[in-house]
């Protein structure tokens, strides 16, 4: 909440000096495209109940908006944070924990996630279908063969933000291009389970059967 409210000063202050803003002055951005954009570029550090995405890097954007939404703030006020946000925000912080990428999403495309986030964020609406929870929770056996198809959205929704991969449509630079080299099942699945570096494990946030389905995934579309 104090970041949305150092955005909010930031905001003011900006529009009492040199008039120079971001580019947006109504909500008129495509809710459809900005929630596609946002779950392959946003989703992988950021929870949003409404995308279905899990990221836990950046704060969890329903609880970032939930109380100033309470306090009555208009939408176009949020849509403006957001779309400040993707412009400025923070890419190097002062701990070297992982920071966000700037202009990750440019122009309209810009405008049309800020206009989806700002539509969804902190409405406490049930999330429409995410993926997290059509994933039966049963526990998988290491190395046992994962859904492709079902660990596409688990990438998109929890991977893409910080990695690029072709087949996904992602263009995440914070880890490797998954497309430079081929990776195996089994080293997919270490490096979630674990993680490495920046890169967070995913063990408490991915179910054992999301881990062997984005490990599939990844194994047979990578370095291709
Ligand atoms: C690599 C991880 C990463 C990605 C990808 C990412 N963010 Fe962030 N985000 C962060 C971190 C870390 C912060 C907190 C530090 C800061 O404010 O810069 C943050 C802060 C925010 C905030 C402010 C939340 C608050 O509490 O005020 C918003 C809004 C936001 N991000 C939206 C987005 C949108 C929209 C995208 C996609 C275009 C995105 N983020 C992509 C990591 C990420
Ligand atoms: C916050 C950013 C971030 C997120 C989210 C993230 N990764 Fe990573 N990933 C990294 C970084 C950074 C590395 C490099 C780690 C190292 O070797 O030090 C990496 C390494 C990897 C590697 C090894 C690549 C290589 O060439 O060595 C794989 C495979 C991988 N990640 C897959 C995934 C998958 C699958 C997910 C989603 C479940 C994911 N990552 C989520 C940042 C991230």
């Given at each position: 909440m104090a970041i949305v409210l150092v955005a909010l000063t930031a905001l003011v202050l900006l529009g009492a000096g040199c008039g120079e803003t971001v580019g947006y002055t109504e909500a008129t951005g495509d809710r459809t495209n900005g929630k596609e954009l946002f779950t392959a570029k946003c989703g992988g550090c950021h929870t949003l109940a409404d995308a279905g995405t899990t990221g836990t890097i950046g704060p969890n954007l329903d609880d970032a908006f939930a109380e100033s939404r309470r306090n009555g703030l208009g939408e176009s006020t949020f849509v403006q944070v957001v779309r400040d946000q993707i412009a400025y925000s923070i890419e190097e912080t002062s701990t070297g924990a992982p920071g966000m990428p700037q202009n990750l999403v440019t122009g309209q495309d810009a405008i049309d996630v800020s206009t989806y986030v700002a539509s969804v964020a902190?409405?406490?609406?049930?999330?429409?279908?995410?993926p997290a929870q059509t994933t039966p929770d049963k526990p998988a056996k290491p190395g046992a063969a994962g859904d492709a198809a079902a660990g596409k959205v688990v990438f998109t929704g929890n991977c893409g933000g910080c990695h690029t991969l072709a087949d996904a449509g992602t263009n995440g630079t914070i880890g490797p291009n998954l497309d430079d080299k081929p990776h195996s099942s089994e080293l997919v699945t270490e490096r979630v389970t674990n993680g490495k570096g920046a890169m967070p494990s995913f063990s408490e946030t991915l179910t054992a059967t999301q881990i062997a389905d984005v490990s599939a995934y990844v194994s047979s579309v990578s370095g291709k």
């Open positions: 902190g409405t406490g609406k049930a999330p429409s279908p995410a």
